[in-house]
């Protein structure tokens, strides 16, 4: 599998996660059981580091091999 190739995967996830995402959004905001909220804020603090890592690692596999392309310290050797 080419770096091309799987960053069509990293923007699929990243897509689903961001759909995910906005549901829990619109059930916050019509639960009013303090514990429920909770347990929706909780899944959202948890799933909104994994769709910034995904599209981070989609735009890094996506230009890995183009020639001046700046890449996130993170991701350097």
């Known amino acids: 599998m080419k770096l091309q ?3 069509k995967d990293y923007r699929a ?14 059930a ?3 639960e009013k ?8 804020k909780r899944r ?3 799933l909104t ?3 910034t890592e995904m599209n981070i690692l989609a735009e890094l596999t996506e230009h ?3 020639r001046g392309y700046y ?3 993170k991701y350097r050797l």
Request: hydrophobic share 40%; proline share 5%.
């Open 33 to 40: 059981d303090p514990e429920a909220r909770w347990r929706l």
């Open 44 to 46: 959202i603090a948890d």
């Open 28 to 30: 916050l905001a019509k």
């Open 5 to 7: 190739e799987l960053s």
């Open 49 to 51: 580091p994994m769709l």
């Open 64 to 66: 890995y091999y183009e």
């Open 13 to 26: 996830s990243a897509k689903l996660l961001q759909t995910r995402l906005r549901e829990l959004r619109a």
């Open 71 to 73: 890449r996130n310290e």
